[in-house]
């Protein structure tokens, strides 16, 4: 995440570039956050960036805080453009210290937190321990991913992109650690409790191409974390309510129904690449590659040049998806 607070970092171009998540998935955020008594009170964005999973909350919930470690971040602070919604709130903040960052405890917190494209930063039992204080009783906590970008109808391309982004030779040793996390769906992201979820919990959710996904390491109390031991108690929130959804990759064409997609031109596609934060460390260290850019065509141009050569110089547009993952769990109602 530092590569985005960095004064070189071009938040109008990850503005521009990045891709936004469909309704679908806020819509299935929303069913489940309603099952249990879960309030649509108060919603919490953490890791916001512009703003783009507050945006769409914004039309759901009362009031919505959005936080970020990086102020050109919230700087931006995408706001409705319907008048009658209330304004988000923007701050710089982290979720490992949601005090600080004004959100209150108990009755005075949130019903729900959403993170999206954010939880592969977290120190999760500091994390873990400050959800659990300020998510209200019935409330929620979301994470949302997104694996490689992938083109779903040429696969060919997506291997060129999985090299580029992979290889020693090119980004694979300037990616920070949460990398690894993103590529793994979200699975070493643990959560308070050990889950026992119950099937049911779907037959209240939109129609979903999705599986359940148990990794080995579930839990906060069976991840190994050096020095980071938490005796909290985390028993008020549901075991039964703990999934991780993503693609059913065994059923044909319905992973690409899971997919969050975004069609580019080729300029908008090396816009793209330089939000990759991996690039912006290896510019760092290849300062004559950088000068390349423009003339003789620096590592961005190259594998532009590459993906066209692939569909063909006269192609406009072409279409790009991200493997979605969406990970929840609900705090026990009031008893």
């Known amino acids: 995440m530092t590569s985005f607070a960095k004064a070189s970092f071009d938040v109008a171009g990850y503005l521009a570039c990045r891709p936004t998540y469909p309704p679908r998935l806020f819509d299935t955020i929303c069913k489940y956050h309603a099952l249990n008594g879960g309030r649509f009170e108060r919603a919490l964005d953490v890791g916001c960036g512009p703003g783009f999973v507050a945006l769409a909350l914004a039309p759901q919930f009362r009031n919505v805080k959005a936080i970020d470690p990086a102020k050109k971040m919230v700087d931006i602070g995408l706001q ?21 960052a004004g959100i209150g405890q108990g009755r005075d917190g949130v019903d729900l937190v959403v993170a999206g494209q954010a939880a592969h930063w977290f120190d999760y039992p500091k994390v873990w321990r400050e959800f659990s204080k300020s998510v209200r009783p019935g409330g929620t906590v979301a ?35 949460g ?49 980071q031991g938490d005796d909290f108690d985390f028993s008020a929130w549901d075991p039964a309510t703990a999934i991780r959804l993503r693609a059913d990759v065994s059923a044909e064409g319905k992973e690409e129904e899971w997919l969050m997609k975004k069609t580019f031109t080729k300029s908008q596609l090396e816009g793209y690449f330089r939000t990759w934060s991996a690039l912006h460390s290896y510019h760092e260290e290849h300062p ?48």
Do not use: C
């Not at 065509?297 to 969406?326: C, N, Q, S, Y």
């Open 179 to 227: 990398r690894r996390i993103v590529e793994a769906h979200l699975d070493p992201v643990p959560f308070p409790i050990t889950p026992s979820p119950s099937q049911t919990i779907t037959d209240h959710l939109p129609p979903l191409e999705a599986t359940f996904a148990h990794p080995k390491i579930s839990s906060i109390a069976e991840k190994e974390l050096p020095n």
């Open 143 to 177: 994470f949302i991913g997104y694996a490689e970008m992938v083109f779903p109808r040429l696969p060919h391309l997506s291997r060129l992109i999985a090299h580029h982004s992979r290889s020693p030779e090119a980004l694979g040793n300037y990616w920070q650690p």
């Open 80 to 100: 409705p453009k319907d008048a009658s919604l209330p304004r988000i709130d923007y701050g710089v903040g982290s979720a490992e210290d949601l005090g600080a």
């Open 288 to 335: 004559d590659d950088l000068a390349k850019k423009g003339k003789e065509g620096d590592i961005v141009d190259r594998v532009v040049k590459e993906i066209w050569a692939g569909v063909g110089e006269d192609t406009k547009e072409i279409e790009a998806g991200w493997p979605l993952i969406l990970m929840m769990i609900k705090k026990k109602g009031e008893q």
